[in-house]
């Protein structure tokens, strides 16, 4: 059993809770911990609230865990990722299944977080250096025609 960061551990238990049916924190505990992920049900209850999670009543009646994908206080992600593309990004390109977001200085790490959280199906995902952020594309969506929806998105 490991003992992970915040960071990671939030992560594991918001994908858990996307993929699966979850009713109680002690059942995250052990599917965490089935995973080798140590976290008890304090740490849980705690990771729960940090990520937003509600409970919802499912089809069927049962309640189980669930993290809304906009809250109501928070712009919707694309909205956010429109938004600090057209204040920090300054070239996009293509080369393959890849693009390449060229931006101010010290920036693309907002670009690249904004646009993890977009969640675009074309974006495998991304690698945010400085002011480069390397952009992976589905292979059958191809890097020319991501890069040409996020250069739209930037107003470029």
């Known amino acids: 059993m490991a003992t992970l960061g915040k960071p990671q551990r939030q992560h594991r238990l918001a994908r858990l809770l996307e993929e699966q049916v979850i009713s109680s924190q002690a059942q995250?505990?052990?599917?965490?911990?089935?995973?080798?992920?140590?976290?008890?049900?304090a740490t849980v209850s705690r990771d729960l609230e940090e990520l937003g999670a509600v409970k919802v009543r499912i089809?069927?009646?049962?309640?189980?865990?669930?993290?809304p994908e906009h809250s109501k206080d928070k712009a919707p992600p694309e909205d956010h990722l429109r938004r600090v593309m057209g204040e920090f990004v300054v070239e996009v390109s293509h080369s393959g299944n890849l693009a390449l977001?060229?931006?101010?200085?010290?920036?693309?790490?907002?670009?690249?977080?904004?646009?993890?959280?977009?969640?675009?199906?074309?974006?495998?995902?991304?690698?945010?250096?400085?002011?480069?952020?390397?952009?992976?594309c589905a292979e059958?969506?191809?890097?020319?025609?991501?890069?040409?929806?996020?250069?739209?998105?930037a107003g470029l």
Do not use: K
Request: glycine share 18%.
């Open 59 to 67: 089809p069927g009646g049962a309640m189980a865990y669930a993290v």
């Open 101 to 136: 977001l060229r931006t101010s200085p010290g920036s693309a790490h907002v670009i690249g977080s904004a646009l993890d959280r977009a969640g675009f199906p074309d974006v495998l995902g991304n690698v945010a250096g400085d002011d480069t952020i390397i952009v992976v």
């Open 28 to 41: 995250i505990v052990e599917l965490l911990g089935a995973e080798g992920v140590l976290a008890t049900q």
């Open 140 to 153: 059958g969506a191809g890097g020319g025609r991501v890069a040409a929806r996020l250069a739209e998105l």
